[in-house]
């Protein structure tokens, strides 16, 4: 795999050294929030189901950051329906199962894959899949290169850039691809990042012709989607991991109901997600 420009600007640190959220929740390399504008259907996505006053009880969740904008509404919303204190951190997966290992702390790890969860499976009680996590080949607007697969991504004048593989399980996913279309030693890589969101903004940005991305983080301006099917066989399902840190929290077995309630389904829908079968 050859390498030109390691030149991930500024930003693409930017998620991953940020402060987490939360009361004083405090860790390296994550970022967390409140989303201050949701979706308009997420807005409206109000659950009928019966809310339980958990005004005195909190929850702390590890989230990958790719999946920020969608699980922060549903946080948010839970805590409005329940006044349960919702604490998210966002970070990548190497990342959260750090934090999980040596803070033993913590109730839910909602990952990118089921294989971002096994490094911590021994802190898992239970696993439920919530919706389809699904990478796409993502191109400068108006594909100047002419792109149509993985296999052009070999090509000399192309230039692609692709989670960290050792920390993402998008990077995972673009070096499996890079080895089963044989361009491993061909493609040229500008850079990784170490974090999914960051793949779009480079590539807007004008800083490489290409990148395998979660098609629901392909929003950013200057971006399209490669209409190509490279890519079906790789689709990923998103889980909520219950940690065992939270065995008995009233507050989690009602998280877990909302996760499968009609309001959540509608604010993953409203990002694009399909939900998991």
Known sequence: MKKILVTVLALSMALALAACGGQGQKSPGSVSGNSADSAASGEAAVSTLAAPN????????YCGAGMQKPFQEIADAFQKETGCQMNVTYAN???IQTQITESKEGDYFIAGSADEVKP??????????????????????????????????GKSDVVTVIGDPESTP?????KKAFSDFGVTDTVTLGATTTTAPQLATVVGLGEADAAIIWKENCNADGVEICETTDLDGYVKTVPAARLTFSADSVAADEFSTFLSSDAANQIWSAYGYELAE
């Open 54 to 61: 958990l005004g005195d009880q909190s929850l702390l969740i």
């Open 120 to 153: 911590v499976k021994d802190n898992v009680s239970g696993s439920v899949d919530l919706v389809k996590h699904i990478p796409v080949l993502a191109v400068a607007k108006g594909n100047p290169k002419g792109i149509t697969g993985i296999a052009d991504l």
């Open 170 to 174: 998008i990077g995972k996913i673009a």
């Open 93 to 95: 997966a190497a990342q």
